[in-house]
Nanobody, 110 residues
Framework: QVQLVESGGGLVQPGGSLRLSCAASGLTFSSYAMSWYRQAPGKERELVAT??TYADSVKGRFTISRDNAKNTGYLEMNSLKPEDTAVYYCNLKRTPYDYWGQGTQVTVSS
């Protein structure tokens, strides 16, 4: 059974940092493309980062990485802004498979 478990979210002040993790099990992690998405209240889910690209809104502040030996992906988020508040989701994809985690809440507020 495939499981993706995100962690590391929380409440942080503007300008702060968080590191999200995505622990995968039940699949060969290294053979899947990994991405991070987010969904803010009342908005559609949007792509934040792939291993090659970043949304313009997070460029220079967020860094995606992965450790295939640990079956874990990461999203390092710095200089956080209130508009980064959202539920963040990890996605693993390899046609025809498409897996999502349950999400982790990130709230940026003073």
């Amino acid at each position: 059974q495939v499981q993706l478990v995100e962690s590391g979210g929380g409440l942080v002040q503007p300008g702060g940092s968080l590191r999200l993790s995505c622990a995968a099990s039940g699949l060969t992690f290294s053979s899947y493309a990994m991405s991070w998405y987010r969904q803010a209240p009342g908005k559609e889910r949007e792509l934040v980062a792939t291993m090659r690209t970043y949304a313009d809104s997070v460029k220079g502040r967020f860094t995606i990485s992965r450790d295939n030996a640990k079956n874990t992906g990461y999203l390092e988020m710095n200089s956080l802004k209130p508009e980064d508040t959202a539920v963040y989701y990890c996605n693993l994809k390899r046609t025809p498979y498409d897996y999502w985690g349950q999400g982790t809440q990130v709230t940026v507020s003073s």
